[in-house]
């Protein structure tokens, strides 16, 4: 499945932004999304994940109560609201999908056979 990142920006400190990742494959809904990002010079890091009927959310401690994942099925996109964005929220954000991860191997970056391009968040303190 191919996926389209897009909605990343520059923001200062404090500030919100939305990103979004779209895709034209008719069988969206039954695939588990997730998001992670990459800091320059670092691992790309689990960020948040929704399961396909939306059953199960999961979140990195570091954006628990910040951030918020959702789904639209019918636009076949899914959605990370980011709240109160901090300088170490900067990063590239992919989105990624898999139909069979399970739901404790969601935060695994190795576990999802399709990823978007990437959208760059830079937040300046």
């Known amino acids: 499945v191919q996926l389209q990142a897009y909605g990343g920006g520059l923001v200062q400190a404090g500030d919100s932004l939305s990103l979004s990742c779209a895709t034209g494959?008719?069988?969206?809904?039954?695939?588990?999304l997730g998001w992670f990002r990459q800091a320059p010079g670092k691992e790309r890091e689990f960020v948040a994940a929704i399961r396909r009927g939306s059953s199960g959310i999961l979140y990195a401690d570091s954006v628990k109560g910040r951030f918020a994942i959702s789904r639209d099925n019918a636009k076949r996109t899914v959605f990370l609201q980011m709240n109160n964005l901090q300088a170490e929220d900067t990063a590239v954000y992919y989105c990624?999908?898999?139909?069979?991860?399970?739901?404790?191997?969601?935060?695994?970056?190795?576990?999802?056979?399709?990823w978007g391009q990437g959208t760059q968040v830079t937040v300046s303190s």
């Open positions: 990624a999908a898999d139909r069979t991860v399970i739901l404790s191997n969601m935060r695994n970056v190795f576990a999802y056979k399709n």
């Open positions: 494959e008719p069988t969206f809904s039954s695939y588990h």
